[in-house]
Antibody, heavy 121, light 106 residues
Framework: EVQLVESGGGLVQPGRSLKLSCLAS????????MNWIRQAPGKGLEWVAS????????YYADTVKGRFTISRDNAKNTLYLQMTSLRSEDTALYYC??????????????WGQGVMVTVSS | EIVLTQSPTTMAASPGEKVTLTCRAS?????MHWYQQRSGTSPKLWIY???KLASGVPNRFSGSGSGTSYSLTINSMETEDAATYYC?????????FGGGTKLELK
């Protein structure tokens, strides 16, 4: 059974940093691209960042570029999101999601339960 | 960036009623994908590659469309279908989601 379990969230002051982790199990982690997708309270879904299976390709949303860093450790089956210079608008539930690529399109076939990040003084 | 516009934003349907949700893209995309999110839970892949049902999705659901116009249809509304549905395109970066349609039971 595929499982994605996020951790590392919490309450943080504006301008500070936080690092999220996502532990994967039930599949060969090193074969799949992974993503962070967030959902602000009461709002819709926003893709944040993606990383290919071997970390060769990394992409960010413009809203986090230069502040967030996605990485992975295939030996530990773990995905990370280092968040710096946090802003109130980064307050959201952050999901780890596996992506599947087919014929020029990507979609997200498995999602974690999410981890809450609250940026407030 | 491709903007996805879903309509309606909110709707209510009675058990047994046919329901159609639409998603319009600002530019042509090759496929559309749909997710179901029940209250307090993570999104689940529901329909992928425009018309394929994810594992466990009842066959009263269907998806169709092409280019800039896509839809998700429920042949006969059931209680468990009350949820928010999001469309998503992955044809060009950044991947984007629609704003969602909240489907309620009447």
């Amino acid at each position: 059974e595929v499982q994605l379990v996020e951790s590392g969230g919490g309450l943080v002051q504006p301008g500070r940093s936080l690092k999220l982790s996502c532990l994967a199990s039930g599949f060969t982690f090193s074969n799949y691209g992974m993503n962070w997708i967030r959902q602000a309270p009461g709002k819709g879904l926003e893709w944040v960042a993606s990383i290919s299976s071997s970390s060769s390709y990394i992409y960010y949303a413009d809203t986090v570029k230069g502040r967030f860093t996605i990485s992975r450790d295939n030996a530990k089956n773990t995905l990370y999101l280092q968040m710096t210079s946090l802003r109130s608008e980064d307050t959201a539930l952050y999901y780890c999601a596996r992506h599947y690529y087919y014929d020029g399109t990507y979609y997200y076939d498995y999602w974690g339960q999410g981890v809450m990040v609250t940026v407030s003084s | 960036e491709i903007v996805l516009t879903q309509s309606p934003t909110t709707m209510a349907a009675s058990p047994g009623e046919k329901v159609t949700l639409t998603c319009r893209a600002s530019s042509s995309v090759s496929y559309m994908h749909w997710y179901q999110q029940r209250s307090g839970t993570s999104p689940k892949l529901w329909i992928y590659e425009t018309s394929k049902l994810a594992s466990g999705v009842p066959n009263r659901f269907s998806g169709s469309g092409s280019g800039t116009s896509y839809s998700l249809t429920i042949n006969s509304m059931e209680t468990e279908d009350a949820a928010t549905y999001y469309c998503q395109q992955g044809s060009s970066y950044p991947p984007t989601f629609g704003g969602g349609t909240k489907l309620e039971l009447k």
